[in-house]
């Protein structure tokens, strides 16, 4: 069973990097014609796929020739609480950075 555990200055670290390129990658979106995908939206629930992909066709012009399958299978599906060894940690600093959202219950598993 693998486990890890998280740094809170290299999650720190991550989370700045990777604000400031979302902030850079929603600039450069602004000015393009796009279809934004959510993954626990559009992909997270097989039921959704050909909803998403029937979203993607339409928004570049075609049309689906054939159902939707795929045979990739979620092979996590342990609770963050199961993974991340010092979990209790690194869920008061997600806290202290406004994104506890991301631990919501249903999420944990994610």
């Avoid at 604000?19 to 959704?48: C, F, G």
């Avoid at 209790?88 to 631990?103: A, D, N, R, T």
Wanted: charged share 30%; hydrophobic share 40%.
């Amino acid at each position: 069973m693998l486990t890890v555990h998280v740094d809170r200055d290299d999650l720190h670290a991550r989370i700045r990097y990777n604000k400031a390129m979302r902030a850079r990658e929603q600039e450069i979106l602004a000015k393009i014609p796009h279809l934004s995908l959510v993954y626990e939206r559009d992909l997270l629930d097989p039921a959704s796929h050909e909803r998403t992909v029937d979203a993607v066709l339409n928004h570049i012009g075609l049309t689906r020739a054939r159902p939707v399958s795929t045979e990739l299978r979620k092979i996590n599906t342990r609770p963050l609480t199961e993974i991340v060894e010092n979990y209790e940690e690194f869920s008061g600093w997600v806290e202290e950075l406004e994104l506890g959202g991301l631990l919501a219950p249903d999420a944990k598993s994610r």
